[in-house]
């Protein structure tokens, strides 16, 4: 599942290539795509507006729009979700420039530039100029909808300050890992991303989050925002140091121990049997 890198890619590419473009159509037929709404609801509040901004906390995105023909004021807030697989693809105008997209990573190799199909773009606005943004969604659990509740979502993993870390992180019986896959408390980490930045730290994934001292959580939130900037530059949270080493009969590239694997929080964990007990 895209985790907050992936999905900080999908809201850049829209930040950079489809605001204030006048929508002039919006394909939102996909009834389960764009629950709650009715085809021709998203389509009806949103034609002759522009996106205004893009914006994002955790793996949550979402779009500001203009008033009507583009006037000032605001207009409804658009919703994207990746799902689990989704990318965000902006074609350029007709008169030329270039396309961008972002989103969960593609992978490498002769399967990166496979067929896309038709039916796989769930969601799309159509731009007066010719070009478009599109969601693009092979497994169909992305989410397009109006006015998102942001209520339910925890503070963002890469800006939450120290204090308010060791508050929602510190606390508690629950493992640690489990604690910082938890959307509602903090927001933007998955598995892969939890499990880097905890073999950064040091610390065991099913340590009580209570028991951590100041000190823990202080390098805890350290290499979270560390990894979360890093995956971003690098490309997506796939390219941590430990990810490479999640598998049976791998061995911790830093002293050597074999590493372990349990579920934790319902995912599947691995960690250093030496460094992370």
């Not at 105008?93 to 199909?117: L, T």
């Not at 109006?146 to 993993?157: F, I, K, T, Y």
């Not at 971003?232 to 390219?239: F, P």
């Amino acid at each position: 599942m895209p985790e907050l890198p992936e999905v900080e890619s999908a809201r850049s590419v829209i930040e950079r290539a489809a605001l204030r473009r006048r929508i002039a159509d919006v394909d939102d037929t996909d009834t389960y795509e764009c629950r709650p709404h009715q085809p021709g609801e998203i389509r009806d509040a949103l034609v002759g507006r522009h996106l205004t901004s893009a914006h994002r906390r955790g793996k949550t995105m979402w779009c500001e729009t203009s008033g009507e023909d583009g006037a000032r004021g605001a207009g409804p807030r658009l919703g994207l979700h990746l799902g689990m697989s989704g990318r965000i693809l902006v074609a350029p105008p007709s008169s030329g420039g270039e396309a961008h997209e972002g989103g969960d990573y593609v992978g490498s190799g002769p399967s990166r530039g496979r067929q896309r199909k038709e039916v796989w773009f769930r969601f799309t606005l159509w731009f007066e100029d010719g070009g478009s943004l599109r969601l693009l969604d092979p497994r169909r659990l992305g989410r397009a909808r109006l006015e998102p509740d942001l209520d339910a979502v925890g503070p963002d993993a890469a800006q939450i300050g120290r204090e308010e870390f060791r508050e929602v992180v510190g606390t508690g019986k629950a493992p640690l890992k489990a604690r910082l896959l938890d959307q509602g408390k903090i927001a933007g980490v998955g598995n892969l991303l939890a499990d880097e930045v905890l073999w950064q730290a040091h610390l065991s994934p099913k340590r009580l989050c209570g028991s951590l001292d100041e000190d823990e959580l202080d390098e805890l939130r350290r290499q979270l925002r560390k990894g979360v900037r890093l995956a971003i530059r690098h490309g997506g949270v796939h390219t941590g140091e430990i990810i490479p080493f999640r598998h049976a009969g791998a061995r911790c590239p830093r002293c050597g121990a074999e590493m372990r694997r349990a579920t934790v929080g319902g995912r599947t964990t691995w960690w250093c049997a030496q460094e992370q007990e």
